[in-house]
């Protein structure tokens, strides 16, 4: 599989920053090597992943000022590496690839990492309809990062911030006076924009089905609870809401929930509960 989700546009803000708080105002160590030294490097992944955060990686060089590195890569975004393989291959100056090393390298073993693991949920439930969707809880700075490499892994973006789509939840609906007020209020401040609310019991589905909103969140329901949301909603033919099951996801219940019949999972390990890959560079030669 090699999906290529469309790029976010904040990559070269988002290496600028890495690369200033790793170098500063210089790469003291690299300065102990002369100017002209040039070298060939290799990336080595060390375990079975699936390769992502090479546009991230090449930004880092560009950066650096140095148009005379060369980069080869051995392996695309979003395919899988096997342990031992390397994905890449560098030449230029020996200065510069120390230099970018560790900025290069966390990109990649972040981003692999949540594309692997992405990639392992998705696997899990392909033999549904259901769609896994990430969340919020990311690690901060490299929001759009993740939730393009949960794309690269298979799995599906929900809202990127606050900004882009409500999400009612409890404490909305009570400073609000109820889901239709809630609802009523989000459709008049910006009709364009998703409208989902969060239920907690039957009574409050019922009123969000009433309500109009485009997804139904249900909270910490039990399975049983989820088969019978669905037929519910099925009931209402073409008016039925897409339900999307949250709360106390565990991998060991991701296919039982997916067989719900639910239209989607969000689950929050696909950013938090990451892995980085296991990555090196090593020289090859130097002259």
């Not at 899988?80 to 994905?87: G, L, P, R, V």
């Not at 909305?172 to 008049?188: L, P, Y």
């Not at 996801?249 to 509960?273: C, M, N, P």
Request: net charge negative; with cysteine; hydrophobic share 45%.
């Amino acid at each position: 599989m090699n999906i290529k989700p469309d790029l976010p546009g904040d990559i070269a803000h988002t290496v600028a920053g890495a690369l200033e708080e790793d170098i500063g105002s210089g790469d003291i160590t690299a300065a102990l090597i002369e100017p002209d030294t040039m070298a060939s490097a290799s990336i080595i992944c060390r375990e079975t992943a699936v390769i992502c955060g090479i546009p991230w990686a090449e930004e880092v060089i560009r950066q650096l000022g140095d148009s005379n590195i060369t980069l080869q890569w051995l392996s695309g975004e979003g395919t899988e590496a096997s342990a031992d393989q390397i994905i890449a291959r560098f030449t230029g100056s020996a200065r510069v690839l120390l230099s970018a090393e560790r900025c290069m390298l966390n990109f990649l073993q972040t981003l692999s990492g949540t594309a692997t693991l992405s990639r392992q949920y998705a696997s899990l439930i392909s033999h549904t309809s259901c769609r896994l969707l990430d969340t919020r809880k990311t690690i901060p700075g490299l929001r759009t990062a993740q939730k393009y490499a949960v794309a690269v892994g298979g799995c599906s973006n929900h809202r990127m911030g606050l900004f882009d789509a409500f999400l009612i939840k409890e404490n909305h609906i009570s400073a609000c006076g109820g889901i239709r007020q809630a609802v009523a209020k989000a459709r008049k401040l910006a009709p364009d924009k998703p409208v989902e609310v969060e239920v907690e019991s039957f009574a409050e589905l019922s009123e969000a089905l009433d309500a109009g909103v485009d997804i139904i969140m249900l909270d910490n329901f039990s399975i049983a609870d989820m088969h019978e949301a669905v037929r519910q909603n099925l009931v209402l033919g073409d008016a039925r809401r897409k339900l999307e099951a949250s709360g106390g996801i565990t991998r060991q219940r991701l296919v039982e929930i997916a067989e719900t019949g639910v239209d989607f999972i969000s689950i929050g390990a696909l950013t938090k509960d990451l892995k980085a890959i296991d990555l090196s560079m090593r020289f090859e030669r130097l002259w």
